[in-house]
Each structure stands twice: as structure tokens, then as C-alpha cells.
């Protein structure tokens, strides 16, 4: 993530990441097949640590889910701005959106109204990405707003579409 704030992706070196990680080369290549592989590697670490600390909590209602999403992102918004900052938005989200996807076919929650698999699909999709989007944007403009009320605003946004 370092050298994301110095360099874009495509310019990033295996030697670059082998020097800043102060790692040997077979090492690299031991852990990882390319430069692509360590970047899934700290998506991967995010969502990781994000389900643990969800998983620790009794969240009932969307706007829990909200609260703690913003509260979780605002925490660690360093990885995510880097991100954006390198234009790797689109990745970030597919890949998050994916990890998401598969993390929650076994946990519907009862405020979820998904009845077939294609609404499942559509709804985890619509919803997810709309979301990262809006956290996105909040982290951009410098999380200016709580995450309460970032919450409270998006539940009124989302009861607006209808």
C-alpha cells in the first residue's frame, strides 16, 4: 500500500515491493505469483477483519449494519483512500463486491426480503456496490459526517427510491 501513495499500479515494480516489504524475491514469489496477488491480499485482509468484528456484534436492523459499516471504514479509510487515490476503485469494488457476495449466502437476515435467487443476486449487488460507493464518497470528502448520521442519511436515501 506504501508504494500505491508514490506510484500508479501498473508502475509498481515486484523488485519495488521486494525492496519496500525488505523481502527477498524467492520470498515474494514463495507467497505470491504476482503483484495482483498481494493487492488481493490486503482486500482480502480488510474483509477478514471486517467480518470478524461484525460476527462479534448482535446487529438486528439495516440501520445497525449501517452504523457499523461506517464505523468499521471511517476506522480504517487509510487502505481505501490509497486505493482511490491510485485509481483502483473498480477493482476495490469488484473484489469486495465478490468477497461480500460469497460471505452472506448462508446469512440472510430477517429485515432482508429476498425471495428468489435472482432477487438475492440483483439485491446483494445493487446494494453492495451502491454502498462502497457512498462510503467511497464519504471517505473522499474527509469523513466529515458521523457515522450516525451517515447511516441515518442513507436509510432516508434508500426509503426515497421506492
Known amino acids: 500500500m ?11 515494480t515486484v523488485k519495488q515491493i521486494v525492496l519496500t516489504a ?6 515474494f514469489y514463495r507467497n ?10 490486503a482486500i482480502t485482509d480488510i474483509m477478514l477483519d471486517y467480518k470478524e468484528k461484525f460476527n462479534q456484534k448482535n446487529i438486528t436492523d439495516l440501520h445497525g449494519l449501517l452504523v457499523y459499516c461506517f ?5 480504517n479509510h487509510d487502505y481505501i483512500s490509497i486505493m482511490v487515490g491510485a485509481h483502483l476503485t473498480g477493482y476495490l469494488s ?10 452472506i449466502q448462508d446469512n440472510i ?10 432477487q438475492k443476486q440483483i439485491g446483494i449487488h445493487f446494494a453492495f456496490y ?3 460507493n457512498v462510503i467511497i464518497y464519504w471517505i473522499a ?22
Open 22 to 27: 525488505k523481502i527477498s524475491r524467492p520470498t
Open 130 to 132: 451502491g454502498f462502497l
Open 71 to 75: 464505523q468499521y471504514f471511517g476506522n
Open 32 to 41: 505470491y505469483s504476482s503483484k495482483k496477488e498481494v493487492l488481493d491480499d
Open 109 to 118: 437476515r430477517t429485515w432482508r426480503q429476498w425471495r428468489t435467487p435472482l
Open 94 to 103: 469488484d473484489k469486495l463486491t465478490r468477497q461480500f457476495a460469497e460471505g
Open 2 to 12: 506504501q508504494l500505491l501513495k508514490e506510484y500508479s499500479f501498473g508502475d509498481i
Open 141 to 162: 470528502t474527509g469523513c466529515k459526517e458521523s457515522p450516525e448520521a451517515m447511516a441515518e442519511q442513507t436509510i432516508e436515501i434508500i426509503k426515497n427510491l421506492v
